[in-house]
């Protein structure tokens, strides 16, 4: 059975920071791409971080030099550093499990990030 557990968000101040994690399950973790997501009611949504299993990287424009992803392998976790936190970033944050095929691909629940004073 497969699952992906999001956990660590919450609120934070503008300027603050969260971290992000997301624990996997029930899949070969380290076969697959994996990345974090996010929407917002007016939105769709938006790629926000992806790893790949040789741990290359590609974000966001919005999160591009405050967010960092990374992945701890032997873990099978999933993780999402953000940092000087803005307003806009409020949204549900989602993780996903790709292959580069596209196929099969696993969300999470998702956690609720709210960035305000």
């Known amino acids: 059975q497969v699952q992906l557990v999001e956990s660590g968000g919450g609120l934070a101040q503008p300027g603050g920071s969260l971290r992000l994690s997301c624990a996997a399950s029930g899949f070969t973790f380290s076969d697959y791409i994996m990345g974090w997501y996010r929407q917002t009611p007016k939105e769709q949504r938006e790629m926000v971080a992806e790893?790949?299993?040789?741990?290359?990287?590609n974000y966001g424009n919005s999160v591009k030099g405050r967010f960092g992803i990374s992945r701890d392998n032997a873990r099978n976790t999933v993780f999402l550093q953000m940092n000087s936190l803005e307003p806009e970033d409020t949204a549900i944050y989602y993780c996903?499990?790709?292959?580069?095929?596209?196929?099969?691909?696993?969300w999470g629940q998702g956690t609720q990030v709210t960035v305000s004073s």
């Open positions: 790893i790949t299993s040789s741990s290359t990287t």
């Open positions: 996903r499990a790709r292959r580069r095929s596209g196929f099969p691909d696993y």
